[in-house]
């Protein structure tokens, strides 16, 4: 049987990389897509590479914390829901202006807030349904850098955790959490930055294709709570063994490691207008690098 699936940030990082193996997907039926972003410019593109996959795509750009927007993507008869829309400011606080604040949370809080009681109105009308809200590791541990941000992160963990006792009883709707640790997506280019530095992807960032599959599997087989990779995993059972200590090195660990040593001017990113082109890799894993760096020596040698 053929299921719907709508992504939500489908333009970009995370999203994109997630639109792409939802269209490579054929075991599981994963053959209709309703990608939504700001960009109708950024969607048109990913969209074509989902079609060159063999998917049938409906391209719905939206912003997620318009009501109206939001409630005429729940016109469409959806399976499985992933909703990964995120902002990002970086500065202590009270660096940022208050209107990215207001952004923020209209964007994160609010308008993952919207999608998710959208989504389980589509999924109790057809009696089955799953939501994956991408959440973050950041929904646990503190980030003193981006301290906004991993607020956010709290908000929708919370939300999450409540909606799954919500539906405990109903065999057939499921909501999962997944919480990334660090990926290399343009999340980090795209932020508001107040740090007088540039951002980066924390090392070791994992690629974008990693928490796609791992949201893909959550689409198979439903899980609570799902992270991906070593450095996620430690985490957690480091958390679970010594929470206060753990709290403690991650969050000087991410805020040392979040930005480089170039400088950077204040500015509000795509917060408020979004960019007219979108990428799955922000260009920050080291493995990447070294790539590059092999590619340079292979013309220089010739």
Not at 133 to 155: E, Q, R, T
Request: net charge positive.
């Amino acid at each position: 049987m053929s299921r719907t699936v709508l992504i939500t940030g489908a333009s970009s990082g995370i999203g994109r990389a997630t639109a792409l193996a939802f269209a490579a997907e054929r075991t599981h039926g994963a053959t209709r897509l309703i990608l939504v972003s700001r960009s109708a410019e950024a969607l048109a593109d990913v969209a074509r590479e989902c079609r060159d996959r063999g998917a049938d795509v409906l391209v719905a750009p939206a912003d997620i914390t318009d009501p109206d927007a939001v409630g005429t993507l729940a016109e469409h008869r959806i399976d499985v829901w992933v909703e990964a829309v995120a902002v990002g400011v970086a500065g202590p606080l009270g660096s940022e202006p208050v209107a990215e604040l207001r952004r923020l949370v209209e964007v994160n809080v609010f308008g993952t807030a919207l999608c998710a009681r959208a989504a389980m109105g589509v999924f109790r009308r057809q009696e089955h349904g799953t939501l994956i809200i991408v959440g973050s590791l950041l929904s646990l541990f503190p980030n003193p850098m981006i301290p906004l941000y991993s607020m956010s992160k709290f908000a929708i963990r919370g939300l999450a955790l409540n909606l799954q006792q919500e539906v405990a009883r109903h065999r057939r709707i499921k909501v999962c959490l997944v919480l990334p640790g660090p990926v290399d997506t343009p999340f980090f280019v795209r932020a508001a930055n107040h740090t007088g530095r540039r951002l980066r992807a924390i090392p070791p960032a994992y690629a974008p294709e990693r928490l796609a599959a791992t949201i893909v599997g959550c689409a198979r087989r439903p899980r609570r709570q799902v992270t991906t990779g070593v450095v996620g995993h430690l985490a957690l059972v480091a958390h679970r063994i010594a929470p206060h200590a753990t709290e403690t090195a991650v969050a000087w660990w991410s805020a040392t490691l979040l930005t480089g040593p170039q400088p950077a001017a204040s500015g509000p990113g795509a917060l408020f207008e979004p960019p007219s082109s979108g990428a799955v890799h922000g260009g920050h894993r080291r493995g990447r690098l070294r790539r590059r760096f092999g590619q340079w020596l292979g013309r220089a040698g010739t």
